[in-house]
């Protein structure tokens, strides 16, 4: 998120966030790889004062197998410092169907 996110999501209270990307690859990519790289990612969190936390999860996928990452995340301010946490876990499953 950026670091105006606050701004952009109205502030205070809860927000949410929902994303689809595309993959790079051309259509016509050999080896069944042109959707490589396609996927998605939700985001909800909660700003309250100096208080704000979130919580996310996205799955990328790939021929040679899909990524899912997922993360909880919160900080607080205290003016003079800003204290932050971070759990981040990525996995990766097994090939696609079809491929």
């Known amino acids: 998120m950026p670091a105006d996110a606050p701004a952009i999501l109205g502030a205070a209270g809860p927000n949410f966030v ?17 959707t490589d790289g396609r996927g998605y990612s939700l985001r909800a969190g909660y700003i309250a004062g100096a208080l704000d936390l979130g919580i996310s999860s996205g799955l990328t996928t790939f021929a040679a197998g899909n990524v899912r990452q997922t993360n909880v995340a919160g900080s607080y301010d205290f003016n003079v410092v ?8 990525d996995t990766v499953s097994g090939r696609r169907r079809g491929s």
Do not use: C, P, V
């Open 18 to 34: 929902a994303m689809y990307f595309l993959g790079e690859n051309a259509s016509n990519a050999a080896g069944g790889t042109s």
């Open 82 to 89: 800003k204290l932050m946490a971070l759990y981040a876990r």
